[in-house]
């Protein structure tokens, strides 16, 4: 049998209406597709609960008894035909509101019955509506061997009488036919070191599993093939790629490089700093097209590698790009570079939104005739307009606020594309990195400049509010600046508004001697860059602002970061946040402010921040808690087909194992030519196969 082209029409108990609704529900065409609707949940039919047992924490339970009455309650609507359960300890009640009528007739008193369902509360009372009530005579007959598994159902599905019960009927003709042995897709080279189940045991026991320890091994085995094709995949099109697109070389270190490098470097570079301004430099004397990711905490100084790497350019006789994701992040760009590299013969500028015509036609020359060694620049850089003489190397800052398609534009500014280097302080855990960014190279500064003080961070409870307020006003009279953070509410954000209003008027009620800014997402753009100048002017000490202000912005004199609501944040946010202070050589403080009512997972959260300042940590704290959060979401959107049981986040030890398998055949069959690889060749045509046909109907 032929799964990958046997059309679900076919397979017994489909039929054309209800293949349209498969396919209308989960693109579902083929019996493979089927195959690959995955059960979400199990339960264990040989196992019998007792009333008494019964808790919130139970989904289904199964109870043997009989039914020791039936009356009728209600009119109307609300009647109903109400049972009385018994397991011969205690009893409980069913409820039916429809097909009262069949239930009369065919359910006795004092008959042995199975009844299964999910229990439900009313009026502070456990009971059952329209359970599943089998007599026990026919349940024995039954035979239940194990699992029965659970399918997920549209509406529409549901209302074509394609329920769960129904697709596992459906499934259960087809794993019969399965159970005749299908082609495998991974040799016995990899399938027995690694003791993984066959293909064909895979979708019988992913199915209809005998135990939960079966269960497990088909899933292991069927999220290994998935992430093993997966980096199979992506590691084919690194290769490819690092052998295909030739690259602008820029192999010299001249004047502009060491001219900074020995006069003007404000400071010595980090260890960390120092290797991967030499990882970058091998790319970009390397011939090949570099894409590179460098991760940095914040505050780890990846702007001065930018500036590094941009001067090499420059030596080479090629422009830089910088694209940062707001004006105030590009504006405090071009007046760090600019002040760094004061005296050297280097020409920088910036084009954003609000430059004004005249400026605009001087960069838009200069860069054309090539005088222009750096730009600096929002999204306006991408704009058709801007031409560039000679570019040969884009950095982009903050990654996460750029889309992926206006990345693609960046690149092609140029006939060649042009080397680049994300930038961001997005901490992605190691296994994520290297499957989503694949083809990317990654470069890590995984230290921080010397002299930092570790941020102090401290939770505290609203009742608190006037110690904290106290420990707010000393750091004031001692000269720092204060941030105040609320949190965005994206159902409510009316709300979002009033918080941050009425902290601004609290603050200026309790701090009358200090100016404060207001930051929020309902200002103009003009209106929230003067708020957010005048605090990096120090002409405002307190800042009273919604996340909006989370971006980069770097005011060192900030030493304390408030954190209002804490509790409606994610790990993430709160470590971005927080890395807006600790920028200077002082002291610096984040309090995390909350209700006293908190979840458990709140107080996790609230406990990982407070002990650790490490961004790493953090994020796979996040992962773990979270598991496949919005991150992922965005992260898997770049993957070249999607995952239908495997899980980046939460499956890291198999995406490792899977990386180095691929990894380790690749290295012996670069090109996979090999007779005994070509089953993984068909396999990958397959998937490709799969993929175009799915967006061909969608
Ligand atoms: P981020 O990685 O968050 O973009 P920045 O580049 O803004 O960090 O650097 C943060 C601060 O650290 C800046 O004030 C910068 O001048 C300073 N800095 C960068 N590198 C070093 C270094 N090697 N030694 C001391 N300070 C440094
Ligand atoms: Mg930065």
């Known amino acids: 049998m032929d799964l990958e082209t046997q059309d679900i029409k076919y397979v ?37 609960s007792r009333i008494c047992d019964i808790d919130d924490e139970q989904t289904f339970v199964q109870i043997k008894g009989r039914f020791v009455q039936f009356s009728r309650v209600g009119e109307g609507r609300g009647a109903r035909l109400v049972g009385m359960f018994s397991d011969g300890e205690q009893t409980i009640e069913v409820v039916w509101f429809k097909g009262t009528e069949y239930v009369t007739k065919n359910l006795q008193l004092n008959t042995d019955y199975v009844l299964f369902g999910k229990p439900s509360v009313f009026s502070g009372h456990y009971n ?51 159970r005749q042995g299908i082609p495998e897709t991974l040799p016995s080279s990899l399938t027995e070191p690694l003791h993984l189940m066959s293909r064909t045991q895979a979708y019988c026991n992913i199915h209809f599993p005998a135990d939960a320890h079966s269960l497990r091994k088909a899933r292991e085995r ?23 697109v030739e690259g602008y070389k820029m192999p010299h270190v001249g004047d502009f490089f060491n001219n900074f490098y020995f006069n003007q470097l404000p400071f010595p570079l980090t260890g960390a700093q120092k290797r991967v301004v030499r ?56 007046e760090s570079l600019r002040s760094m590299t004061q005296g050297m013969n280097l020409h920088i500028d910036l084009l954003t939104g609000s430059t004004p015509k005249r400026h605009r036609d001087e960069i838009h020359r200069a860069l054309t005739d090539g005088t222009l060694h750096i730009l600096i ?16 190397l884009a950095i982009i800052d903050e990654q996460h606020r750029f889309g992926v398609a206006q990345r693609a534009k960046l690149w092609k500014k140029n006939r060649r594309s042009p080397h680049i280097l994300v930038m961001t302080a997005t901490p992605i855990p190691r296994t994520l990195a290297m499957t989503v960014y694949g083809d990317l190279h990654v470069s890590v500064i995984d230290e921080l400049p010397p002299g930092r003080k570790p941020i102090q961070t ?62 929020h997402g309902r200002q103009k753009s003009a209106e929230k860059d003067e708020q957010m100048r005048k605090f990096a002017e120090g002409k405002t000490r307190i800042m009273v602002a919604t996340t909006v202000i989370e971006v980069g912005v770097n005011v060192p004199n900030a030493s304390v ?138």
């Open 458 to 519: 401290y939770h505290r409870y609203i009742s608190q509010r006037d110690a904290v307020d106290r420990f707010l006003l000393q750091q004031l009279r001692d000269g720092h600046q204060v941030y105040i953070v609320y949190p965005l509410i994206l159902d409510n954000p009316k709300l979002e508004l009033a918080n941050v209003e009425q902290g601004y008027e609290y603050v200026r009620l309790h701090f009358p001697s200090y100016p404060a800014s207001i930051v």
């Open 377 to 392: 620049g929002t999204h306006a850089l991408i704009e058709d307009n801007v031409q560039f003489a000679n570019l040969g």
């Open 561 to 698: 970061m408030v954190i209002e609501n804490a509790e409606r944040f994610g790990l993430s946010t709160l470590h971005q946040l927080r890395g807006r202070v600790g920028r200077g050589a002082e002291q610096s403080y984040c309090i995390l402010l909350t209700g006293v009512k908190l979840s458990r997972d709140t107080r996790k959260r609230m406990d990982i921040m407070v002990r650790s300042t490490d961004g790493f940590e953090i994020a796979e704290a996040d992962m773990r808690m979270r598991g496949p959060g919005d991150m992922e979401g965005t992260l898997q959107s770049g993957l070249p087909f999607d995952l239908k049981i495997a899980n980046l986040s939460t499956d890291g030890q198999l995406v490792e194992l899977a990386r180095r398998t691929a990894e380790a055949i690749l290295e012996l069959d670069s090109d996979l030519s090999a007779l005994h690889n070509q089953i993984f060749v068909r396999q990958l045509q397959r998937i490709k196969q799969q993929i175009v046909n799915w967006g061909d109907i969608s």
């Open 222 to 244: 069927l999220k290994f093939e998935e992430l093993f094709y997966l980096e199979l995949q992506i590691l084919r099109q690194a290769h490819q790629r690092n052998q295909g």
């Open 12 to 48: 017994p108990g489909v039929g054309p209406k209800r293949a349209e609704l498969l396919n209308k529900a989960f693109g579902i065409r083929t019996a493979e597709d089927l195959l690959q609707l995955y059960p979400y949940r199990y339960v264990d039919r040989t196992r019998f």
């Open 128 to 178: 059952f509506t329209h359970p599943d009530v089998e007599p026990l005579e026919r349940f024995n007959q039954q035979k239940y061997l194990g699992l029965e598994p659970y399918y997920n159902t549209s509406e529409q599905m549901k209302s074509g009488s394609l329920n769960s019960k129904a697709v596992r009927k459906i499934m259960s003709g087809l794993i019969a036919q399965v």
């Open 279 to 334: 990882e970058i430099y091998e790319d970009m004397k390397s011939g090949r097209q570099m894409n590179r990711l460098l991760q940095g905490d914040v505050g780890s100084g990846k702007t001065l590698v930018a500036l590094l790497c941009a001067l090499i350019a420059a030596d080479n006789g090629f422009q830089t790009a910088i694209m940062a994701p707001t004006e105030i992040l590009a504006t405090q760009h071009l």
